[in-house]
């Protein structure tokens, strides 16, 4: 069975610009969740989607978002990009919604903002 | 305020001394999860607990569910440098998981 895979694996931006990160989750898995990790505030959530829908936001500005398809994978989008961006951007596919179960995590997007 | 606290943050050891991470809470919780993070890898799912009082193994990981089922402890013997890597303790919360600031362990050959 394939993992979560994540696309691009590295990237690096400017501040100001928008980036588009991408995760195909385990097939049959309809849960995807997306977290920021930095070395200061550790995992921090920023949206889960199930079935095409977003369930669960996190503490994070409107600049963040996504969006899941009807084949589960899904996107998500930081606009005008600040240096404090600078993170690794993890999925994590499960076949249940809400945090409930084990999560699967991709290997991440690392985002540079310079 | 965090919603799990876990200590120490970092912990750097020779091969084969043993260690205990440690993850706290204020409020009591239903299940929590361990999960293992090496350098370049996404977390991986080490165990659920989700009994208070309950204890599991995983070859030399042990892991203890506290009592009120408030806190948890991780228990490695005799550590060896694959054991290496970011351990983070995670609960449901508000329909979202949830992770402690996890525990950086570097095991020296």
């Known amino acids: 069975k394939a993992g979560v895979t994540q696309t691009p694996r590295y990237l690096i931006k400017t501040r100001g610009q928008q980036v588009t990160l991408s995760c195909s989750p385990i097939s049959g898995h309809r849960s995807v969740s997306w977290y920021q990790q930095t070395p200061g505030q550790g995992l921090q959530f920023l949206f889960e989607y199930f079935s095409e829908t977003q369930r669960n936001k996190g503490n994070f500005p409107g600049r963040f978002s996504g969006r899941q398809f009807s084949n589960s994978r899904s996107e998500m989008n930081v606009s005008t990009l600040e240096l404090g961006d600078s993170a690794l951007y993890l999925c994590a596919s499960s076949p249940l919604a809400g945090g409930t179960g084990e999560l699967f995590f991709g290997e991440g997007s690392r985002l540079t903002v310079l | 305020t965090q919603l799990l606290e876990q200590s120490p943050q970092f912990l750097s050891i020779q091969e084969g001394e043993n260690l205990t991470v440690y993850c706290n809470s204020s409020?009591?919780?239903?299940?929590l999860q361990w999960y293992r993070q090496e350098p370049g890898e996404g977390p991986v799912l080490l165990v659920t607990v989700v009994t208070g009082g309950e204890v599991k193994k995983l070859k030399r990981l042990t892991f203890q569910f506290g009592d009120a089922r408030k806190d948890s402890s991780l228990h490695i013997t005799a550590a060896q440098p694959g054991d290496t890597g970011l351990y983070l303790c995670a609960l449901t919360s508000y329909g979202k998981l949830t992770f402690g600031q996890g525990t950086i362990l570097t095991v020296h050959p």
């Open positions: 409020s009591v919780f239903s299940s």
